[in-house]
């Protein structure tokens, strides 16, 4: 009875030490020891505090031998993330991969630092000459031998002197007259505007060749210019001999401030004027097939004349249209009767012309017929 209960003692440990998957090398040299002693002890009576005593020795050495081999979790944790990486076919980063990526990470930011330093001091340079923000730049298209036109603004709708600087600064309206340089740098024609400019402070100059036929790359670059110095609602192009009611202007264009990509004025089309030496000759007629067809087919060309251009440029745009027919009024009496009857236009021209006609000798007059008053601008609240 003895040895029988000997036997399966034994038998129960050997269970235990071949079911335990990990055990060392010191476990199976137990076990195979624990192997001998049953086979030389076949036959023999063994006391139970003996084999009580082995059990119990058995037992904690195998404790003590799992617990110094097994792995940490963690790198167990580890080894099986890389080992479902591995299976998966992705790629382990190496070192050298990780520093890389590090790297590029910064001089990222560095870059990011030094352009945003660079805005910082573009925005500082402007701020101190009061000219960062504004409601609208309103730029005046202008030429060398126009300084009688000039005067005939100045003398009626256009502020001058302190008037211009406070509109800027307190309403956020700029009003520049546009001009760029003549073919002969710094030649007497440059030097008149340098003198002009010594004493009104109101041009915007352009890195530009002057000449009628480039009036189109002449508005592309006012345009870019004036983003590029002031960050405004609107922009606004118009020749040096139309009327402007600034004040109707505003109030006019406020109603539009919530609208992005908006481009107001008159929208119209007409015959492409191919007869050489009539005004507003198209070179290029001919890209538009047969004779007097209309204008806005080439969105992406600059055209003879420089208000085809910019519509054809904006039909290429996703913007809103806004038709509104108070900045194309009549001279009088067209914009007088409106201006009696309340309805006050923005602009007033001579659609013959494109402009008032004789502009020097009757821009007082128009003035005076369809002027909203000095002091129209004032009242206009703006949010900059």
């Known amino acids: 009875m003895n040895l029988h209960k000997q036997k399966q003692a034994i038998m129960l440990l050997i269970q235990e030490i071949r079911n335990h998957s990990k ?29 009580a005593a082995l059990c119990i020795a058995c037992f904690l050495a195998g404790t003590l031998f799992t617990t110094r081999t097994r792995p940490p979790p963690r790198l167990q944790h580890a080894d099986e993330c890389d080992h479902n990486k591995r299976k998966l076919g992705e790629k382990i980063p190496s070192d050298s991969d990780i520093m890389g990526e590090v790297m590029k990470t910064r001089e990222a930011i560095q870059s990011l630092d030094k352009s945003v330093s660079s805005l910082k001091k573009m925005k500082t340079a402007s701020s101190s000459n009061g000219s960062s923000r ?26 001058k002197g302190e008037q211009l600087e406070k509109v800027e600064r307190e309403k956020g309206v700029v009003i520049r007259f546009v001009i760029g340089h003549s073919a002969t740098r710094g030649g007497i ?17 352009l890195d530009h060749v002057e000449g009628y036929h480039q009036l189109s790359t002449k508005t592309r670059l ?9 960050d405004a609602h609107f922009y606004v192009k118009v020749d040096d001999d139309v009327h402007l009611n600034l004040g109707m202007l505003l109030t006019t264009l406020a109603k539009h401030t919530s609208k992005p ?11 492409v004027l191919s007869q050489k030496g009539v005004k507003y000759h198209e070179p290029e007629y001919w890209k538009f097939g047969e004779e007097g067809n209309k204008y806005f087919r080439d969105i992406l ?43 006050v236009c923005v602009a007033s021209f001579d659609w013959q012309c494109s402009g008032i006609c004789k502009s020097v000798e009757r821009m007082k007059k128009v003035h005076s017929a369809c002027g909203e008053g000095d002091d129209a601008i004032w009242s206009v609240h703006l949010s900059i």
């Open 134 to 159: 504004a409601f609208v730049v309103i730029g005046i298209n202008t030429a060398f031998s126009s300084k009688r036109r000039r005067e005939s603004l100045r003398e009626t709708w256009m502020l």
């Open 222 to 230: 006012f345009f870019s210019t004036a983003v590029a110095t002031w």
């Open 261 to 271: 990509r908006t481009y107001i004025g008159c929208m119209k089309s007409g015959p």
């Open 301 to 343: 060309h600059r055209f003879a004349n420089e208000d085809v251009s910019l519509g054809a440029w904006l039909i290429g745009l996703e913007v809103q249209h806004v038709d509104d027919h108070s900045m194309c009024c009549g001279t009088p009496p067209d914009c007088e009767f409106k201006t009696h009857a309340g309805s």
């Open 189 to 205: 024609l440059d030097r008149a505007i340098d003198a002009e400019e010594a004493e009104y402070r109101d041009f915007l100059r």
């Open 23 to 51: 055990r060392s090398e010191a476990e199976k040299k137990v076990a195979w020891h624990m192997l001998s002693i049953s086979k030389k002890m076949r036959g023999k009576s063994v006391p139970l505090k003996v084999i």
